[in-house]
């Protein structure tokens, strides 16, 4: 089974910018279908950008054109470039591809001043 594992998380200050990778343990276009989502503390889980099969891309409206998701099939590896960060944002950022549906373990982002 295709593992996924995040990285790229931390804090930084309101307006900067992160990228996130979502590394694939082997081939990442063994999945037709690479999510990023996210979890703040209380909240439930929310889908933030989704790369669909033959490339297709949607952003849920919070992103408001601040995040872009693309992939590097060469380097097994799935991006969500963060910019114009808000404290809003600060959550959990998890990577889920499909089929079979599969979850990597998170990384944290936090905006704070």
């Known amino acids: 089974q295709v593992q996924l594992v995040e990285s790229g998380g931390g804090l930084v200050q309101p307006g900067a910018s992160l990228r996130l990778s979502c590394a694939a343990s082997?081939?990442?276009?063994?999945?037709?279908?690479v999510d990023w989502y996210r979890q703040a503390p209380g909240k439930q889980r929310e889908l933030v950008a989704r790369?669909?099969?033959?490339?297709?891309?949607k952003y849920a409206d919070f992103v408001e054109g601040r995040f872009i998701i693309s992939r590097d099939n060469a380097k097994n590896t799935v991006y969500l470039q963060m910019s114009s960060l808000k404290p809003e944002d600060t959550a959990v950022y998890s990577c889920?591809?499909?089929?079979?549906?599969?979850w990597g373990q998170g990384t944290q982002v936090t905006v704070s001043p």
């Open positions: 889920h591809g499909e089929p079979p549906n599969t």
């Open positions: 082997r081939n990442i276009i063994f999945f037709n279908a």
């Open positions: 790369l669909g099969p033959l490339g297709g891309i």
